[in-house]
Every structure is written in structure tokens, then in C-alpha cells.
């Protein structure tokens, strides 16, 4: 009774050990932690050392808070031009000439086939660009987002639906989720905060970012780059685009695209070693080496747009054919155009623009405060949680004491290797966790007592405490487990933070308020064979 083997003593202790050490970096500062990684002998392995720490929250280091909205109407057009594309290539492989071209409407395009038999042909082909909506497995696949419908004059129109818009909205949305982390994981940014806020809205904080403005120029830029061919005199099919160099007069250019930033799978900043301004140096994967190549060798002398979110950056001449699969982009940048830019072709382009819908500035004095009534709250909670728990178990008070450090010092140890990131209501979910410890305890010690009252020996009731309590200690910790992983899932930013902080505080309880106060007891019983309880 009352007996742990040497095995199990020493796993538990490496277990807490390893947790405090974990924490250590946590209580440095940056500059500490970097020194110290730096004094260690080269022969000692970097991973054996502690190196991660909690990053603190935009609410506790201060730092930039965006929230965008996808530009619908941008989409659409987007979308409406699409379609107007994969219309034509529909009509050329029918070898369909409709009257009076594609007409371009605000959801969709619309043609004008008078002959019947043509139209019988050419229905079905653009009926397949109507795409599924939903999950086919759940029994969600019947609806289409485009609407194919005729008339017997002969009026073609294809529209996007309701169901086929919201598609194109949450879809633009993910990606563009996944665009911004990459654009900002570039920078170098630690632990970003990007969530999706209803069906088009995009929210990011950035702790430690104190420049807005630099944000938003990452992330409000759509990044759509396009290489296409300046248009030849008398040229029908083509877009009139603004030219930067030109002071934004418009030039014609084709609208056939020879490559396209998905094309690209490198982009540098770099200097023209000629006129020592800021360039972008690019590399093109296989597809577009080979399109970009072919395009150069067949249209020698003439000029290349280089088209970034529809405006004309450059138009160089093409002098020779360029098929090594990379090339520049100059156009009178600044360095920090260049810096800016090449970050945004890596990442990707947008689907949509972005729009900002709300922008704001936490200062790091504003967080250096919260941190301090944070602490504070944290210090009162414990000293007088410590008090109480000493004035009404004694001995056993301490004990739980002594656990009650461990298990928060466990927490921070978890949260560094995790990473998490501590925001205010994460150091509140600190504070309930230093009560909710010690409420096992409670538990324990008041069924040690009513067995002894009841005739057992101090080590028959300690045993029967023990054991009896676990299975309520193990439902309460059950329940509020349960409404912490509903907060971690339903909810977002501090609540989540605040979630985790109270799911690990639950986790690390079983280690502190059971294992390591009953081994404290066992150490005190078998050492002292005390006669009543200290209690």
C-alpha cells in the first residue's frame, strides 16, 4: 500500500523535469534565448537544448489587426471572364460562329445562335461547363453553378446562380486564406493569427507588427501576373490597359496569355547589373518555359506586356528567343517595391481583391499592461489559493501546494513546445486552472478524511481516498474537457486561446493533483509513521 516502484518514480519525475526545462525559454527574453543558444559547445545537439518559447498575443506584444472582405463584384468579373473564354473555346472546337460575338452580363455571358442545328450541337458542350456543387456523397450533387438556358430566337445565356456565386465566394475565400499565410509566413512573422469571419471576410492580427500600412500592402494586392504581347495595328481582340512607365496612358494589348504567374516557381529581387535599378528575376516551371519560349522564338522584334493586376509594368522588345525558362521584370521599383513584389509572386495571386473592411493598432504599451494585470491577477490568485489550502490541510495543504507549481510551470512547458500563443483570456484560462488543480485535491483529502473518520488506519484511508475519488475527479475534469474543446472548435482567436490554455491546464492535472501528491504522501507516511492526519 502506498508503494511505487523505483521505475515509476523515476518517469514521473523525468516527466515533470523535462516539462520545467521546456518552460525555461519562456521566462527569457528573446536576446537571452539567443545568447544562450549561441555560448553552447558545438558538440552539444541543438535539439537537446530547450529553444522554443510562448509567443505572446496581439493583445499582450501588441502588433496590426485587418480584417478583409473578399470583393465580390471583383470575383464575379473574374469569373464572367473565365466563362467568356472557355465560351469561345467551346465555339471554335464546335467551329460555331454566333451572331453578334459573346456578350458579356453581370453574372454570366450570353450568345446568339439562330440556326437550330447548330444550336443542338453546341448546347450540350456548354452545358459541361456547368460544374457540381456540394459533396456528391452526401447526396448534395445535383445542383450546378451555372444556368444554361435558350430561346427559340436563338439567345444563348449562361448565368451563375445563387447556389454558384456563394460556391465561388467561400472557395475564393479558403484560397485566399491560404495566399495571405503564405505572404506573411514569407516575412518572417511569428505565429500570425488568419481566420475566416463569416462567408467572405478574412481576419488577421500580426503581434508584434506595429505597421499596418505595410500589411495592407501585402495583402491588399491582388499579385495577377500575366505575359502577354503588346497588339499589332488593327487588332480586334484585345484589352486597353493603363502603362506605368506612360504615366498610366492605356495601350492595347492581347488578351491571349502566354504565361501567368502560376507559372513561376521562383521570384527574386535582385539589380540590373546595366543600370543598377531594383529588378525581380523570375524562373517558370516546365509549362511555362516551354509556352514562354515558344511564344519569344515566334514573335521576334515584338514587344512582351508585362501585366501586374491589369496594368503594364514594362514592354520590353523581344530581341531573341528566350528559352533558358527565366527572365526579369523591371519598371522603375523601389527596393522596397521589388522586396514587396517578389513575396507576392511567390506566394501566388489572389482570386479576388481585397478590400478592408477594418484596420487597427494595438501598441505595445497597451500590451505591456495587460501582461502586468495579468501577472498581477495571476500572483493574487495563487498566493491566496496557497494560503487557504495551507491554513486547512497543513501538510497536505503543502503538498498540493508544491503540485499546484509544478502543474503550472507543465502548462507553460506544453504551450512552449506547442508554440501556443498566450493571449489575455489564455492567462484568465491560467487562472481557473490553479483553482480546478486544487479542487482534485479537495476532493481527495475530504475522502482521506471521512475514511479515517470512519475506522480505517491513516494508510487504509489514504489507499481508499485515493482510489475512491479518481472516478469523480476523472468526470469533472470529463466535463469541462468537453466544454473547452467546444470553445477550441466553435469559437476563434482569444476564446481558442483561452481553450487551450484550459485543455492543457486539465491534462496536466492528472500528472500534479494525483500522481504527484499521493507520491509526496507516500514519501511523508513511509518516512514519518504518523499516527493520526496532519488535517
Known sequence: MLRYSRSKVIATMAVIVIGLLLAVPSMMSREQREAFQNSLPSWVPSWLVPSRAIVLGLDLQGG?????????????????????????????????SPQGGIQLLPRGVQIRVPDAAEREKLLPKLRELAQPIGNAVIGQGGTRDIEVTSTPDGLITMIYTDAGVNEKVRRATEQAIEVIRRRIDVTGTTEPSIQRQGADRILVQVPGLQDPQRLKELLGKTAKLEFRLLAQQGATDVDMLPMKDAGGQKVPVERRVIAEGGDLIDAQPSFDSRTNEPIVNFRFNIRGAQRFGQATTENIGRSLAIVLDNEVVSAPTIQSAITGGSGMISGRFTVQQVNDLSVLLRAGALPAKLTVVEERTVGPGLGQDSIQAGKMATYVATVLVVVFMFMTYGLFGLFANIALLVHVGLIFGLMSVLEATLTLPGIAGIVLTIGTAVDSNVLIYERIREEVHSGRSIVSGIQAGFERAFATIVDSNSTMAIAAVILFFLGSGPVRGFAVVFILGILTTVITAVTLTRMMIAVWYHWARPKALPF
Do not use: A, G, I, N
Open 64 to 96: 496590426s489587426h485587418v480584417l478583409l472582405e473578399v470583393d465580390v463584384p471583383d470575383l464575379l468579373r473574374t469569373q464572367t471572364t473565365q466563362l467568356r473564354d472557355d465560351v469561345r473555346r467551346v465555339l471554335r472546337e464546335t467551329r460555331v
